[in-house]
């Protein structure tokens, strides 16, 4: 995957390393990591040539990574997950209470305040990272690297972590940080190397690079717009949702016309995904109505919404999205086997041909439609999912984090297919935890907060400020309902 | 890439497709097999054409519920009953039959629709419920095993007409009626999961449930269905059964599903769903049948074959496992 690439990092120093899907920040990893072995090429560390045998002996080695997927035990506290199977034992019996009091002086190091018993499944997903951060630094780690570990992050949360890391940074380990977020990528590191087909494209000092550059550097051509938006002209009202609540959902009412993205925004746990199951009949609502062309949806389910012409591309598509142990055609063909096929038995030929369409469409990267979808990278798994959606020709295409981590030029074409789409009359809703992406992209944008909708901007309001007062303080609803 | 080796690609390509099945590790220690049983045994005896044709007619009963084990499989889940379905449709049919109650025909829709039920029991039991299909097609296994008892008074069922003996040991043109039924429904069973829409989600109820359902595949339906055709093809093995054994016995079928489960397993259909293949699970029965076959050839006491069974089905799945691993 990787060949010849050359890098380095100075204690106490933050490098970034960023690249398209495919580019080989994985595989970097994993060789730094210890989990795989480089085929050729060195590792010197601390003025030694080292080559590590397994994850267990880079961590004895000094060297932490904290996974985009974590690997902790949710029934477990805190404590017991950071020092599982290093216990002191005393009498031969595990001495719980030490495990809890060194968690504290841990968490003393960074300026946290959690109490050690609590259980991991009590913690949100951006704690869970705390606490693999602790565990790295429990290692007496010299040197923690960071696997997009925002991806799933609030911006409030990424701030804490961000602090955290700076907190590392002063007491002298070096940092290695992975990420698709390039304004994040500016705001932290001292360095940024860029992966491009499992080389080294360049290495840049943060404080005299840009974005473009490093945009440049990433995909080797210059991407004109970060966030291509055109406006499409707008057409009837296609969706009318009043007052409808379900699970977390309260209370909520918006409408949605043809050619329009709509954007929904709000911090992680918002409510805009259960919302956007309500409408699409992955769960069924308690109350208030849907309207689409003018008549009422009751009893949705996926198969009726996807009949009706109503789609969703949903948010985690490894676990909501695809079907991995099976090929791309499979896959793409799901949503569509009645019109692919006569009296239950499936038309292979048109079967393949519309599949393989689609696939060289949105330019799916695979050697073919026969190709095992867990064998693509992130972003042509997307794609994949897309595909899905799009062969069923929606009206309404509901795509929560469409973009969430795939590479800059792979975001570049599926804002250019939103835009597309639009262009053609289909309504898009867009849920996005990408701020710049929701503000560039979105024609509108409603704002979430607890269950319900707290706003909606348009025009002028359609900026980072008026975003987060509704997204955090919800100032529009004067709140006895939301407390309640 | 240079015309040379675009033109040797599909070649290449072939190999490494046999090589990369899910049950290639089967196809090797089968053709190994083979070859070790036709030189070993004495006067060439496994290759006799009538020998081989012993091999599929000891496992044509496996291998007819393997197919419907298989279709559970592959969406995810297990089918524990099919030995006592089995049983008690062999029994009720032999009953309907032998007390002239009603010709063969209506008797054996009878006895199939009743392995349908069950079928259709364990499938609402699992869609709606929730509760693990293990648990569920244990009790039913144990439940129907107890009323394949009750409808046969606890005792054997003979004196089978002829016609239904038939069913267990005619042939056709040399060939056992049972290996026909069989290739039958092994064909059928390909036919539905290649060709069909139902084939399709199968699969991906197996490969994903979540997804499936957000796709918009109706995974309760789904699940529903694969356990009335493995209700349904079990309860017509148990009648070929019967007319093998010559009489209906309420005990029939006991542990036929490890059997079943085995074939499946060997054939590379995955235990967590979402792969498998007819052909597979043809060729994991058919190494079963030559494992049984041979080794009784060459005097191995029943209590070695139950361990060497073992020891293979292992490596066999060792085998696929790591296929899929590395394909992944």
Same mark, same amino acid.
């Given at each position: 995957?990787?060949?010849?690439?050359?890098?380095?990092?100075?204690?106490?120093?933050?490098?970034?390393?960023?690249?398209?899907?495919?580019?080989?920040?994985?595989?970097?990893?994993?060789?730094?990591?210890?989990?795989?072995?480089?085929?050729?090429?060195?590792?010197?560390?601390?003025?030694?040539?080292?080559?590590?045998?397994?994850?267990?002996?880079?961590?004895?080695?000094?060297?932490?990574?904290?996974?985009?997927? /974590?690997?902790?035990?949710?029934?477990?506290?805190?404590?017991?997950?950071?020092?599982?199977?290093?216990?002191?034992?005393?009498?031969?019996?595990?001495?719980?209470?030490?495990?809890?009091?060194?968690?504290?002086?841990?968490?003393?190091?960074?300026?946290?305040?959690?109490?050690?018993?609590?259980?991991?499944?009590?913690?949100?997903?951006?704690?869970?990272?705390?606490?693999?951060?602790?565990?790295?630094?429990?290692?007496?780690?010299?040197?923690?690297?960071?696997?997009?570990?925002?991806?799933?992050?609030?911006?409030?949360?990424?701030?804490?972590?961000?602090?955290?890391?700076? %907190? @590392?940074?002063?007491?002298?380990?070096?940092?290695?940080?992975?990420?698709?977020?390039?304004?994040?990528?500016?705001?932290?590191?001292?360095?940024?190397?860029?992966?491009?087909?499992?080389?080294?494209?360049?290495?840049? @000092?943060?404080?005299?690079?840009?974005?473009?550059?490093?945009?440049?550097?990433?995909?080797?051509?210059?991407?004109?717009?970060?966030?291509?938006?055109?406006?499409?002209?707008?057409?009837?009202?296609?969706?009318?949702?009043?007052? @409808?609540?379900?699970?977390?959902?309260?209370?909520?009412?918006?409408?949605?016309?043809?050619?329009?993205?709509?954007?929904?925004?709000?911090?992680?746990?918002?409510?805009?995904?259960?919302? /956007?199951?309500?409408?699409?009949?992955?769960?069924?609502?308690?109350?208030?109505?849907?309207?689409?062309?003018?008549?009422?949806? %009751?009893?949705?389910?996926?198969?009726?919404?996807?009949?009706?012409?109503?789609?969703?591309?949903?948010?985690?598509?490894?676990?909501?999205?695809?079907?991995?142990?099976?090929?791309?055609?499979?896959?793409?063909?799901?949503?569509?086997? %009645?019109? @692919?096929?006569?009296?239950?038995?499936?038309?292979? %030929?048109?079967?393949?041909?519309?599949?393989?369409?689609?696939?060289?469409?949105?330019?799916?990267?695979?050697?073919?439609?026969?190709?095992?979808?867990?064998?693509?990278?992130?972003?042509?798994?997307?794609?994949?999912?897309?595909?899905?959606?799009?062969?069923?020709?929606?009206?309404?295409?509901?795509?929560?984090?469409?973009?969430?981590?795939?590479?800059?030029?792979?975001?570049?074409?599926?804002?250019?297919?939103?835009?597309?789409?639009?262009?053609?009359?289909?309504?898009?809703?867009?849920?996005?935890?990408?701020?710049?992406?929701?503000?560039? /992209?979105?024609?509108?944008?409603?704002?979430?907060?607890?269950?319900?909708?707290?706003?909606?901007?348009?025009?002028?309001?359609?900026?980072?400020?008026?975003?987060?007062?509704?997204?955090?303080?919800?100032?529009?609803?004067?709140?006895?309902?939301?407390?309640? | 890439?240079?015309?040379?080796?675009?033109?040797?690609?599909?070649?290449?390509?072939?190999?490494?497709?046999?090589?990369?099945?899910?049950?290639?590790?089967?196809?090797?220690?089968?053709?190994?097999?083979?070859?070790?049983?036709?030189?070993?045994?004495?006067?060439?005896?496994?290759?006799?054409?009538?020998?081989?044709?012993?091999?599929?007619?000891?496992?044509?009963?496996?291998?007819?519920?393997?197919?419907?084990?298989?279709?559970?499989?592959?969406?995810?889940?297990?089918?524990?009953?099919?030995?006592?379905?089995?049983?008690?449709?062999? #029994?009720?049919?032999?009953?309907?039959?032998?007390?002239?109650?009603?010709?063969?025909?209506?008797?054996?829709?009878?006895?199939?629709?009743?392995?349908?039920?069950?079928?259709?029991?364990?499938?609402?039991?699992?869609?709606?419920?929730?509760?693990?299909?293990?648990?569920?097609?244990?009790?039913?296994?144990?439940?129907?095993?107890?009323?394949?008892?009750?409808?046969?008074?606890?005792?054997?069922?003979?004196?089978?007409?002829?016609?239904?003996?038939?069913?267990?040991?005619?042939?056709?043109?040399?060939?056992?009626?049972?290996?026909?039924?069989?290739?039958?429904?092994?064909?059928?069973?390909?036919?539905?999961?290649?060709?069909?829409?139902?084939?399709?989600?199968?699969?991906?109820?197996?490969?994903?449930?979540?997804?499936?359902?957000?796709?918009?595949?109706?995974?309760?339906?789904?699940?529903?269905?694969?356990?009335?055709?493995?209700?349904?093809?079990?309860?017509?093995?148990?009648?070929?059964?019967?007319?093998?054994?010559?009489?209906?016995?309420?005990?029939?079928?006991?542990?036929?599903?490890?059997?079943?489960?085995?074939? #499946?397993?060997?054939?590379?259909?995955?235990?967590?769903?979402?792969?498998?293949?007819?052909?597979?699970?043809?060729?994991?029965?058919?190494?079963?049948?030559?494992?049984?076959?041979?080794?009784?050839?060459?005097?191995?006491?029943?209590?070695?074959?139950?361990?060497?069974?073992?020891?293979?089905?292992?490596?066999?799945?060792?085998?696929?496992?790591?296929?899929?691993?590395?394909?992944?």
């Amino acid at each position: 995957m990787m060949s010849a690439s050359r890098s380095s990092l100075k204690r106490g120093e933050i490098l970034c390393i960023c690249g398209e899907n495919g580019a080989g920040k994985s595989t970097l990893i994993k060789i730094l990591s210890g989990a795989e072995t480089p085929s050729s090429g060195t590792i010197i560390y601390e003025g030694e040539e080292i080559r590590f045998q397994s994850p267990d002996h880079a961590h004895r080695m000094g060297i932490s990574t904290v996974y985009q997927e /974590m690997v902790q035990i949710p029934e477990m506290s805190i404590a017991e997950n950071i020092y599982l199977g290093r216990y002191k034992k005393r009498f031969g019996l595990i001495d719980f209470n030490d495990a809890v009091v060194r968690t504290r002086e841990l968490m003393k190091r960074i300026g946290l305040t959690l109490d050690p018993n609590t259980k991991i499944k009590d913690l949100s997903l951006a704690k869970r990272q705390l606490v693999e951060i602790l565990k790295a630094i429990s290692y007496e780690s010299k040197i923690v690297i960071f696997d997009e570990p925002t991806s799933s992050l609030s911006e409030e949360e990424t701030q804490i972590l961000m602090d955290v890391i700076f %907190k @590392l940074k002063e007491a002298g380990v070096s940092i290695i940080y992975i990420s698709h977020r390039l304004n994040e990528i500016f705001r932290i590191s001292d360095r940024i190397t860029v992966l491009r087909d499992g080389r080294v494209a360049g290495t840049v @000092l943060s404080s005299e690079s840009n974005i473009d550059e490093i945009i440049w550097l990433m995909v080797g051509r210059n991407l004109e717009q970060q966030f291509p938006k055109e406006y499409a002209e707008l057409g009837e009202t296609v969706l009318e949702v009043k007052n @409808l609540s379900g699970g977390i959902v309260y209370d909520c009412s918006f409408s949605l016309r043809a050619g329009e993205v709509l954007g929904f925004g709000g911090l992680v746990g918002a409510g805009r995904s259960e919302l /956007m199951e309500l409408i699409y009949g992955a769960r069924r609502y308690d109350s208030g109505s849907i309207t689409y062309h003018g008549r009422d949806l %009751k009893k949705i389910s996926p198969l009726k919404a996807i009949e009706s012409k109503i789609s969703l591309v949903p948010e985690d598509r490894r676990r909501q999205g695809l079907i991995s142990i099976l090929p791309i055609r499979q896959n793409i063909s799901l949503s569509y086997l %009645k019109e @692919l096929s006569r009296y239950g038995f499936m038309k292979l %030929k048109k079967e393949s041909r519309a599949t393989e369409d689609i696939f060289d469409k949105l330019h799916i990267r695979a050697p073919s439609v026969r190709t095992l979808v867990n064998k693509l990278s992130g972003g042509n798994q997307q794609k994949v999912v897309l595909a899905r959606s799009l062969i069923t020709s929606p009206d309404i295409l509901i795509l929560d984090e469409p973009t969430r981590g795939i590479d800059v030029g792979t975001k570049v074409e599926i804002y250019e297919m939103i835009n597309q789409l639009a262009a053609s009359g289909v309504a898009i809703i867009l849920i996005s935890s990408d701020l710049p992406e929701l503000l560039a /992209m979105s024609d509108r944008i409603v704002v979430m907060k607890e269950g319900t909708i707290t706003g909606e901007l348009t025009g002028a309001d359609m900026n980072e400020t008026t975003f987060m007062k509704l997204a955090t303080l919800g100032e529009e609803v004067h709140d006895s309902r939301i407390s309640s | 890439m240079t015309q040379e080796s675009a033109r040797k690609k599909p070649g290449k390509n072939l190999i490494q497709r046999l090589f990369s099945l899910s049950y290639s590790g089967l196809i090797i220690i089968t053709l190994v097999l083979v070859i070790l049983l036709s030189v070993v045994t004495p006067n060439n005896a496994f290759l006799q054409p009538n020998n081989l044709l012993n091999v599929l007619r000891q496992v044509s009963v496996y291998g007819i519920m393997a197919v419907g084990m298989a279709f559970v499989m592959i969406s995810g889940g297990i089918d524990l009953s099919v030995g006592s379905v089995a049983g008690f449709s062999g #029994c009720v049919t032999s009953l309907l039959v032998t007390n002239e109650v009603m010709s063969l025909m209506p008797s054996m829709l009878v006895g199939v629709v009743s392995g349908l039920l069950s079928g259709v029991i364990c499938g609402l039991i699992i869609a709606y419920t929730g509760i693990p299909p293990f648990i569920t097609t244990l009790s039913v296994q144990i439940s129907v095993r107890g009323l394949a008892y009750i409808v046969a008074n606890g005792k054997p069922i003979g004196n089978l007409p002829k016609n239904l003996l038939n069913l267990g040991v005619g042939s056709v043109f040399g060939v056992p009626i049972p290996i026909i039924f069989m290739v039958l429904f092994l064909l059928m069973g390909a036919l539905i999961l290649n060709r069909t829409t139902f084939g399709r989600t199968v699969y991906a109820v197996g490969g994903n449930r979540t997804a499936a359902h957000l796709a918009g595949v109706n995974v309760k339906k789904v699940t529903i269905l694969v356990y009335t055709i493995s209700g349904v093809v079990s309860a017509f093995a148990g009648i070929v059964l019967a007319a093998r054994n010559v009489s209906a016995q309420p005990n029939a079928g006991v542990a036929f599903e490890t059997e079943a489960i085995a074939g #499946c397993a060997m054939g590379g259909v995955a235990f967590d769903g979402g792969s498998g293949s007819m052909s597979g699970v043809a060729l994991g029965i058919i190494l079963m049948g030559i494992i049984n076959n041979g080794m009784n050839l060459l005097g191995i006491s029943s209590y070695w074959q139950l361990v060497v069974k073992g020891l293979i089905m292992v490596t066999a799945v060792i085998y696929s496992m790591r296929n899929s691993k590395r394909n992944a």
